[in-house]
């Protein structure tokens, strides 16, 4: 029986119809949850990457503890999937993974898709570090799965829970798609954003659930054409475009992004454009936010150029960053404060170009109410609260 066993591994390991198959355990992956499993992927990433044909690298179901470990291309082939049915384990030290700020990371790679799977970042300890006021030596924390450098890229009914920073970086990539993802990590986790996309084009999120204790998706600078769809947020901090403009530097515009059909449900923020009031350059254009659910959330549609969280070492000057051509359309829910829009926009690049259409946010029993600064619009069908434009 154990013969049979070996040679069906050996057979699951080198052959199939569509593609070459390499089995993790095959070269060393212990599904045990405390051996050091970081070389046995490296080995099977170097086989699939090196091949001319087409590859799966196969994990098994169990749990494998993996350091911080990279998967550089390019490869022979751009056809590498990873089919996960275990979980990936993040080996803790005292204060965090390490120094460096990601986990897994894949760089400089094409072609390649993740489908399955779950991620554990383990980072409640770390966590509980950066909550401490004298927190000498804390690491920033890891990123739990980074791609860099990299197009053509498919991640899909991956989980990844209690990352130790953001749970998903797409960094300066082109033609991402990641669905079906599941995000979760306790609602007071700090900077453990769903997924960051920056630098990035040509990216959709679809299908994905995500309840963190930041951003669900966060969108920084340089990132075109984003379409976000069917995403249910909470907890968490919304889906916020930035924060951008911290440094008085140029930044990259932020253009053509859409979010529609998703729930927000007891969120910090809803929709949320976020900026530093630095004198900086840089833009947000070509925004569409459509068929939007709020329930119980803070600040449901928010525009907020005088960011600066915790009020430490604030600019305290004019944003540069211009914002315009945003439109909210078929907005509806319920908003835990008062001012369910809120518009604070910048005087020397007022927003301009915000267009509202058909807006139902209510406010307990009471009307709920909008504010603006500096800001220019139109509306249109009704609108509650009132347009303040």
Not at 69 to 85: L, Q, V
Not at 171 to 198: F, M, R, Y
Request: net charge positive.
């Amino acid at each position: 029986m154990a013969k049979s066993l070996h040679l069906f591994l050996l057979f699951f390991s080198f052959s199939s119809s569509n593609a070459l198959v390499y089995n993790i355990l095959n070269f060393g992956g212990k599904p045990d949850g405390k051996s050091d499993s970081t070389k046995a992927f490296i080995k099977a990433w170097k086989a699939a990457c090196s091949s001319t044909s087409a590859s799966t690298i196969y994990v098994p179901r169990g749990k494998y503890s993996l350091g911080l470990i990279k998967f550089n291309g390019p490869c022979k082939n751009n056809a590498i999937r990873f089919s996960i049915d275990g979980t990936l384990l993040a080996q803790r030290s005292k204060v965090g993974l390490g120094n460096l700020s990601q986990w897994v990371v894949f760089e400089n790679v094409q072609g390649v898709k993740i489908d399955g799977g779950n991620f554990d970042g383990k980072g409640t300890d770390l966590w509980t570090h950066k909550s401490l006021i004298h927190c000498q030596g804390c690491s920033l924390g890891a990123s739990s799965l980074t791609f860099i450098d990299s197009k053509d890229i498919e991640i899909t009914r991956l989980t990844s829970i209690n990352s130790e920073l953001y749970h998903i970086v797409i960094l300066n990539c082109k033609d991402v798609k990641v669905s079906e993802v599941k995000v979760e990590a306790p609602g007071n986790s700090p900077n453990t954003d769903g997924i960051h996309v920056q630098s990035s084009k040509d990216v959709t999120i679809t299908k994905t659930t995500i309840k963190t204790g930041d951003d669900c998706i966060s969108i920084g600078e340089g990132t075109v054409g984003l379409w976000i769809e069917q995403v249910f947020c909470g907890p968490g901090h919304g889906i916020s475009i930035g924060s951008l403009g911290k440094e008085e530097v140029k930044e990259e515009g932020v253009e053509n992004v859409t979010v529609k059909t998703s729930t927000f449900s007891g969120t910090e923020n809803g929709l949320r454009i976020k900026t530093w009031a630095s004198p900086n350059s840089g833009f947000v254009k070509g925004i569409t936010f459509e068929d939007i659910l709020m329930r119980d959330v803070k600040n449901p549609i928010i525009i907020d150029q005088n960011y600066c969280p915790h009020n430490i070492a604030c600019p305290n000057q004019n944003s540069g960053i211009k914002i315009s051509q945003v439109m909210y359309k078929n907005i509806k829910g319920s908003s835990t404060t008062q001012v369910a829009m809120n518009f604070e926009c910048s005087a020397s690049n007022p927003c301009s170009g915000i267009g509202l259409q058909n807006i139902a946010l209510m406010y307990e029993k009471q009307p709920s109410k909008s504010t603006c600064k500096h800001a220019q619009g139109t509306s249109s069908g009704p609108i509650i609260p009132p347009s303040c434009f």
